[in-house]
């Protein structure tokens, strides 16, 4: 009988154990950090707010460093600032392309590097160029077309009570009102969830034979398709138990987090507060090169605090691949040669 969801938790715990701790190894743990953050196994997010103060003299002014806003500072320098948008909109989209190029790259070193439990970053990236390539392009169709799924099931409805004057008069459509947003809400959390399922799973089962039969990920869901026909209960509870360890996770990682961001706060909030108050003292203000010198400085702050983040999470970046792995290898036996190797026969004599 292949191992249940349940089942596979011990073998994951163990594994990541011996794999983080004996022994242990910081340039190990480092690279492993660095590839499961580019590789989407961890979550967090960062934003930078920034006010524009207006000076219309074009010279430092007596307002303070910190004052005025956005819908000033676009009204005074309308091209400038449609310029700054059009072209962080344009970085935005090329940044997530590249990130999702090294995304699927790092999914397969981190694959690789579970199963050998020895994290070689060059190495596993030059093996999976051809499975990462491929993961690339399904990762763009899919996330387009769940772009446009949800745009659909949003957009639709939502002009469809527009153009029946719902908007204008909502009083007089109150309970069509309430009523629809709750099916709307319902539809949108119901296709949310199902794409989450359908990248897990993606991630999880697809992304193992895309590396050991070098198949793509259409090829990839083929196959899994045909198992999750034949095993519904165990698949069924293996998301079910995810969800429940992921919770579990993130609730001790989210603990953990905040109590490294608190004792960061000093030295990065230090830098913050002694930068505002020499760029004021100077008599800085905000133009073209302090916005792209704060954005800089920005994104490196975001960069090491990513980075100390995913350091903490290195066990769950292990151990959920694990998980999946010993959970899936008496599924898919070429995972399963690879993880138990049979030992040689023993030479006849005679």
């Not at 690789?112 to 999976?128: F, L, N, V």
């Amino acid at each position: 009988m292949p191992l249940s969801a349940a089942d596979a938790i011990d073998p994951a715990f163990r594994h990541t154990k011996e794999q983080l701790l004996r022994p242990f190894r910081f340039g190990q743990w480092a690279r492993l950090a660095l590839v499961g953050a580019l590789a989407g196994e961890m979550g967090s997010s960062g934003n930078c707010n920034f006010n524009y103060p207006v000076n219309n003299q074009h010279r430092p002014s007596q307002q303070a460093f910190l004052a005025g806003s956005w819908p000033a500072y676009a009204t005074n320098h309308p091209a400038l600032f449609a310029g700054m948008v059009a072209a962080l909109i344009v970085i935005g989209l090329v940044l997530a392309v590249l990130f999702t190029y090294i995304g699927s790259m790092m999914r397969f070193v981190l694959f690789d590097s579970i199963i050998a439990k020895e994290c070689h970053i060059r190495q596993g990236w030059a093996r999976r160029k051809g499975p990462g390539l491929r993961l690339f392009w399904w990762q763009i169709v899919f996330g387009l077309a769940g772009l446009a799924a949800l745009l659909i099931v949003i957009g639709i409805p939502v002009a469809c009570a527009w153009a029946g004057g719902w908007f204008a008069h909502p009083r007089d459509h109150v309970p069509g009102l309430v009523l629809g947003g709750i099916i709307l809400l319902i539809v949108f959390l119901s296709l949310v969830v199902f794409l989450g399922v359908i990248r897990v799973m993606t991630k999880d089962f697809v992304v193992p034979q895309m590396a050991l039969e070098d198949i793509s990920a259409i090829e990839g869901w083929r196959r899994l398709w045909l198992r999750l026909k034949a095993d519904k209960g165990g698949y069924a509870g293996y998301i079910g138990m995810k969800i429940v360890l992921a919770i579990g996770a993130a609730i001790l990682v989210l603990i953990v987090d905040l109590i490294a961001m608190l004792v960061l706060l000093i030295p990065f909030g230090g830098f913050g507060i002694a930068a505002v108050l020499g760029g004021k003292a100077a008599g800085w203000t905000w133009n073209f090169y302090t916005i792209a010198l704060a954005v800089v400085l920005g994104c490196i702050a975001l960069a090491i605090l990513v980075f100390i983040l995913a350091l903490i999470s290195v066990p769950v970046i292990v151990f959920f691949p694990a998980y999946s792995i010993y959970f899936f290898a008496q599924r898919y036996p070429p995972l399963a040669s690879l993880l138990w190797p049979q030992s040689p026969a023993p030479a006849a004599t005679g």
